[in-house]
């Protein structure tokens, strides 16, 4: 089990995607990561779950193909507002 807190919260964008990629690559392990930033949870989660107050109020699963295309973002980002 690989556990990330925040890792990406201090890096700028084009670090941010070479990081994205070669986590992806590096690891099968099962990870959780932990973020405010929907974009690292969408670059990297199958899974991604939103907690409130303790409690699961929103789980989305994310495919490979949706990943790659770029159209999938703007409704999943606007789910957040």
């Given amino acids: 089990i690989l556990l990330?807190?925040?890792?990406?919260?201090?890096?700028?964008l084009?670090?941010?995607?070479?990081?994205y990629t070669r986590l992806r690559e590096?690891?099968?392990?099962?990870?959780l990561l932990v973020t405010h930033d929907f974009r690292d949870a969408f670059s990297l989660a199958d899974r991604i779950v939103l907690l409130s107050a303790g409690q699961i109020t929103r789980e989305w699963r994310i495919t490979a193909n949706e990943r790659q295309d770029l159209t999938t973002?703007?409704?999943l980002f606007a789910e957040f507002k």
Avoid: Q
């Fill in 4 to 12: 990330l807190d925040e890792p990406f919260s201090s890096l700028d």
């Fill in 14 to 19: 084009p670090l941010r995607d070479k990081l």
């Fill in 26 to 31: 590096l690891t099968e392990a099962t990870t």
């Fill in 73 to 75: 973002h703007g409704p």
